[in-house]
């Protein structure tokens, strides 16, 4: 006995073939449309026992909405969600939206049909495949890239962070020490650990390496100018200002 349905996807065009599709092989397709986003009210006016929706983005934010209102307004439709090759996050989205099924877009017509004829029943309609690989995924998780800029940001002190925010625009040795209140000789061994502490040989260098990794976004803007500092340690510098 054939399935009465609805084919809901955001390609108008996938959505009739797989209605065509469906028809052909004795099932009864109460309507194919497009966008997914407004399948909830179509579902809630027709009825269907499954119906089977499209989505090219099952782990963002949103993407089941339309599932969670028709389980509430129409507890007793099946839904089986049509997606890409899924990550476990989007498994799982599907799954606690209220879906009964998640097939691929890759599937054939065959394997779709049963995911149907499944859900009609009651029955969870996933691939063991499919969980396979999900659950893979949750159990061995791909390691994550590496956050340069926050990674450098730990090495530098708070001082040496306002020290390479001040070279990344442009001051020489005298006017971070002026902005800094402290003297000349200790802004340019601020500025040497700087250098040394992200591997490069140049203010130039450390200024590019700080704004490709987004290092000065993170370390926000410089404090206003201080007064000079009245260390008696801090020494005069008599040599020009740095280029």
Not at 62 to 68: A, E, H, K, Q, S
Not at 113 to 142: I, T
Not at 149 to 156: E, K
Not at 177 to 185: F, K, L, N, V
């Amino acid at each position: 006995m054939g399935v009465r349905l609805m084919v809901v996807d955001d390609h108008r065009l996938l959505a009739e073939a797989l209605a065509s599709a469906l028809k052909l092989r004795g099932h009864r397709v109460l309507a194919a449309a497009a966008p997914a986003a407004g399948a909830a009210e179509l579902v809630i006016s027709r009825a269907p026992e499954v119906c089977l929706i499209g989505t090219a983005t099952p782990a963002e934010p949103g993407t089941f909405d339309p599932v969670l209102r028709i389980k509430r307004e129409r507890p007793q439709v099946a839904v089986v969600v049509l997606g890409p090759v899924p990550s476990p996050r989007g498994i799982a989205a599907a799954f606690a939206a209220g879906a009964s099924g998640y097939v691929r877009h890759d599937e054939r017509i065959e394997g779709v049909e049963r995911a149907l004829m499944k859900a009609r029943a009651g029955e969870a309609a996933v691939a063991p495949a499919l969980l396979q690989g999900a659950f893979s995924e949750l159990l061995n998780p791909a390691a994550q890239p590496d956050d340069e800029g926050q990674r450098l940001l730990q090495m530098l002190t708070p001082r040496e962070v306002e020290v390479l925010v001040r070279v990344a625009d442009g001051e020489d040795t005298r006017l971070i020490a002026a902005g800094m209140g402290i003297a000349p000789s200790t802004a340019r061994t601020h500025v040497q650990r700087v250098l040394m502490k992200l591997g490069v040989g140049s203010r130039l260098e450390a200024a590019a390496l700080a704004a490709r990794t987004g290092l000065l976004d993170r370390a926000g803007p410089v404090p206003s100018a201080q007064p000079p500092s009245q260390d008696p340690s801090a020494t005069p510098d008599s040599t020009g200002p740095d280029s």
